[in-house]
């Protein structure tokens, strides 16, 4: 069955940085484009970043861009978000999701940035 697997969360400080990664299985990952969500209490689940099958188009919420980054290797059917100089408002539960019919989402790491 398809699986989604996401590690790399943690406390970090403003101004610090994290990788994200997402571990697929039970699905041709190559095929399909991929999303990063991400979640904070008491708000709506907000899109973050949108990559195509082959890596090669990205969209990034106006909110991240410039400081996140995201990739994936299809060898490894792993998807990462690289996320540079973090901010508190960027803490939130962090989701990957498989742009499949149905869509499928990860269980999610926490995200926490604070002095």
């Known amino acids: 069955q398809v699986q989604l697997v996401e590690s790399g969360g943690g406390l970090v400080q403003p101004g610090g940085s994290l990788r994200l990664s997402c571990a697929a299985s039970?699905?041709?990952?190559?095929?399909?484009?991929m999303r990063w969500y991400r979640q904070a209490p008491g708000k709506e689940r907000e899109l973050v970043a949108t990559?195509?099958?082959?890596?090669?188009?990205?969209v990034y919420a106006d909110s991240v861009k410039g400081r996140f980054t995201i990739s994936r290797d299809n060898a490894k059917k792993t998807m990462y978000l690289q996320m540079n100089s973090l901010k508190p408002e960027d803490t939130a539960m962090y989701y990957c999701?498989?742009?499949?019919?149905?869509?499928?989402w990860g269980q999610g790491t926490q995200v926490t940035v604070s002095s």
């Open positions: 039970g699905f041709t990952f190559s095929n399909y484009a």
């Open positions: 999701m498989v742009r499949s019919d149905p869509a499928y």
């Open positions: 990559i195509n099958s082959v890596g090669s188009i990205t």
